[in-house]
């Protein structure tokens, strides 16, 4: 499946932004989806990940209580919404896709977002 991310930007600390990963393939509703980030200088990192049904959702504790993952399977759509944004939060956001949700690596990666918060 490919994966084209979106909604990325520039806003300021305590704002919001929202993020969507549109996923090529209709079979994509059976994909466990994940958000990562890489920040200048540092190593990707998971940020959180949503269940094929949309029912589990899991969480960093960086960005617990401030970001919500969704998805609309009828649009083939993930999105990340992401609140009360501070300067740690800006890198490049990346989806990606999974076909077991217990599995340890993903499958497929889309191409990255920026998100810059200043302070």
């Known amino acids: 499946v490919q994966l084209q991310a979106s909604g990325g930007g520039l806003v300021q600390a305590g704002g919001s932004l929202t993020l969507s990963c549109a996923a090529s393939a209709r079979t994509s509703s059976r994909y466990h989806m994940g958000w990562f980030r890489q920040a200048p200088g540092k190593e990707r990192e998971f940020v959180g990940g949503i269940s094929w049904s949309g029912v589990t959702t899991s969480f960093a504790d960086s960005v617990k209580g401030r970001f919500t993952i969704s998805r609309d399977n009828a649009k083939n759509t993930v999105y990340l919404r992401m609140n009360n944004l501070k300067p740690e939060d800006t890198a490049i956001y990346y989806c990606?896709?999974?076909?077991?949700?217990?599995?340890?690596?993903?499958?497929?990666w889309g191409q990255g977002t920026q998100v810059t918060v200043s302070s």
């Open positions: 990606a896709a999974k076909g077991g949700y217990y599995q340890t690596t993903y499958d497929s």
